[in-house]
């Protein structure tokens, strides 16, 4: 057995960086009722490079607005202050996910692809089910699985020992995660969603992704973050050691209203986006 220590979980939490002061700046701004777009442009105008990357990201066709936007305040005013924080946090981020992640085996880019995909169709259920905050969709999807990004040095470890449990005992991967290493993934997500000071619903969002019958904040943005990885794994996209391992489950589906069609919908749509998306960032 390979269980961690929390001190051990804590301390590879606290390694991570923490947000940018920039994003830091622009979550606040976009939640203060009395600031103006001039106020998040002259913020984000200070990091040229988050700038070029914020605008490429608003002129994607995921986002589809039919005129170019080449300046901040321009994006800020089309898209508005919740979707800019969005692709403020999806810009920051991205470094962070983009590494191989061994222990899960997940190559370069590969876990980046899967919280890029998971995000953007948490955004389109969202929308299908008239969930009112799709960017809080979009950017509980992105960070569900960053989890894996601290329990990677662990998990390289413990690899064999949970993929023989997983194959031998037909069991379910976060259920192995938790008896040999003592943590899940969507746990130690959590805590850095804390360590980030995100709101609840999402750091609820993050920790029961697998197992949306847990939550109790907010039942339905846990549900389609569910449904969002879900269809992603259905499609392919960065799925490691633990693919297709998971449930679906039943309560999340029933709770948004959808059935299987409305999931094949989803699918289609989001082919079309994703490989315009993933050219940007």
């Not at 200070?46 to 321009?74: C, E, H, K, P, W």
């Not at 997940?106 to 998971?118: M, N, P, V």
């Not at 693919?243 to 059935?259: D, H, I, K, Q, T």
Request: net charge negative; charged share 20%; hydrophobic share 45%.
């Amino acid at each position: 057995m390979t269980r961690i220590s929390m001190e051990s979980i804590v301390e590879a939490v606290n390694d991570l960086p923490a947000l940018p002061h920039v994003v830091v700046r622009v979550m606040e701004l976009t939640e203060d009722p009395d600031s103006t777009a001039d106020d998040i442009s002259n913020v984000l105008n200070q990091d040229q490079a988050m700038t070029a990357r914020v605008l490429r990201l608003a002129n994607s066709a995921f986002y589809g607005f039919a005129r170019r936007i080449s300046t901040i305040n321009d994006a800020i005013i089309f898209l508005g202050f919740k979707t800019i924080r969005s692709i403020v946090m999806a810009v920051s981020v991205s470094d962070i996910l983009s590494g191989e992640v061994e222990g899960y085996a997940l190559e370069h880019g590969e876990l980046w692809k899967h919280s890029q995909c998971t995000a953007m169709a948490a955004r389109l259920i969202a929308r299908k089910a008239k969930f009112g905050f799709l960017d809080l969709a979009y950017t509980a999807g992105l960070l569900h699985d960053i989890g894996k990004v601290i329990l990677n040095s662990f998990m390289k470890e413990a690899y064999h020992e949970v993929v023989a449990k997983v194959s031998e005992e037909n069991a379910s991967f976060i259920d192995t995660e938790n008896e040999i290493l003592g943590f899940n993934h969507a746990m130690v997500g959590a805590r850095v969603a804390e360590k980030w000071n995100l709101p609840k619903e999402l750091v609820e969002a993050i920790a029961f992704h697998h197992h949306p019958e847990k939550a109790e904040i907010n039942k339905r943005l846990t549900a389609i973050v569910h449904l969002g990885d879900t269809v992603c794994v259905m499609m392919g996209i960065g799925i490691g050691i633990d693919g297709m391992l998971y449930p679906v489950s039943e309560e999340a589906l029933n709770l948004l209203g959808f059935r299987e069609a409305d999931i094949e919908t989803i699918i289609s749509e989001l082919i079309d986006v994703f490989a315009d998306q993933q050219s940007l960032l």
